[in-house]
């Protein structure tokens, strides 16, 4: 059985989905399809843009969705996942790949998406940190004692990042840094995400959920609130809503795919992060990135 998943914030790159404009119509199409929904010439940015105007979290999020979406688009009957799942903004790309929500829903939510956070980053100064190395129950035991930091994304095993005030991502660093943390690595990104710091996109976002149209997708998505597959239409609106405070399960993810029967991941999007944490379960399990198919 073949996975295919979605990465999120942090695989962008200035040139990103170039390849796939020029290189198939359907791709040109559908970028400039996304330029006119989402009032701006995205499209330029991620071409030719800088590295500060592509990591801005209103252009960064919308940008990986338009190259994953869009490549998963154009790689036609190529596109058969038995499984999906996105990391953080990747299940948005993933339920509109898999046609849980339409093309169009999924341009507008992701835009929603990132303007709710970005508002929600310049309300309170905040940050995340990779902590590597470190027994999860040990940073989990270090980040209850320290107000405003949590937990965020289980990224694989020895790898988990922390969110929250500067201050306490910060404070959880050093000791974290003391009880054996192999590194506390503070991350490039402009807040506190999946963290009660994102309380206020969340309650933005919410209500544009509810109204968007969710069907069944054409396979199981293993969504970032439960770590596990969910088909029903209802769970996965319901599972969406959530997702922006609460943390996400990437290695609980990987290995409920495995115990269901995935063989072999195909990460869709820019980068190859994902590959290499599905390689942080298993260094022998088969990935690949997604190849698009010229017209």
């Given at each position: 059985m073949k996975a295919f998943v979605f990465p999120?914030?942090?695989a962008q790159f200035i040139g990103m989905g170039?390849?796939?404009?020029d290189g198939t119509a359907l791709g040109k199409e559908l970028f400039e399809e996304a330029n006119a929904v989402l009032g701006f010439r995205i499209s330029d940015t991620m071409f030719g843009g800088t590295e500060d105007e592509l990591k801005q979290t209103k252009i960064t999020q919308p940008a990986i969705f338009l190259h994953s979406v869009i490549l998963?688009?154009?790689m036609g009957d190529?596109?058969?996942?038995?499984?999906?799942a996105g990391h953080s903004v990747g299940e948005l790309s993933a339920l509109t790949a898999t046609g849980a929500i339409s093309w169009q829903a999924g341009l507008k939510l992701v835009l929603k998406r990132a303007l709710a956070m970005q508002k929600?980053?310049?309300?309170?100064?905040?940050t995340m940190a990779a902590i590597?190395?470190?027994d999860d129950a040990k940073i989990e035991e270090i980040c209850a004692g320290i107000p405003g930091v949590v937990p965020a994304n289980y990224n694989s095993p020895g790898q988990l990042v922390i969110s929250g005030t500067v201050e306490a991502v910060d404070a959880a660093c050093i000791k974290l840094t003391a009880a054996g943390a192999r590194g506390a690595i503070k991350l490039a990104v402009g807040g506190a995400f999946h963290s009660p710091l994102m309380q206020s996109a969340q309650?933005?976002?919410e209500p544009h959920i509810e109204a968007t149209l969710f069907a069944k997708p054409i396979c199981?998505?293993?969504q970032n609130k439960t770590g596990k597959a969910v088909i029903d239409p209802t769970e996965l609106k319901k599972n969406l809503k959530v997702q922006l405070t609460a943390p996400v399960p990437w290695t609980s993810i990987m290995k409920n795919m495995m115990a269901d029967g995935c063989t072999s991941v195909v990460e869709c999007g820019p980068g190859r992060v994902l590959q290499g944490l599905f390689k942080k379960v298993d260094r022998a399990f088969p990935t690949e990135g997604a190849v698009m198919i010229s017209a």
């Open positions: 999120g914030q942090g170039k390849e796939i404009y998963a688009k154009v190529a596109f058969k996942p038995d499984m999906v929600a980053c310049e309300r309170q100064p905040s590597l190395a470190l309650d933005e976002l199981p998505v293993y």
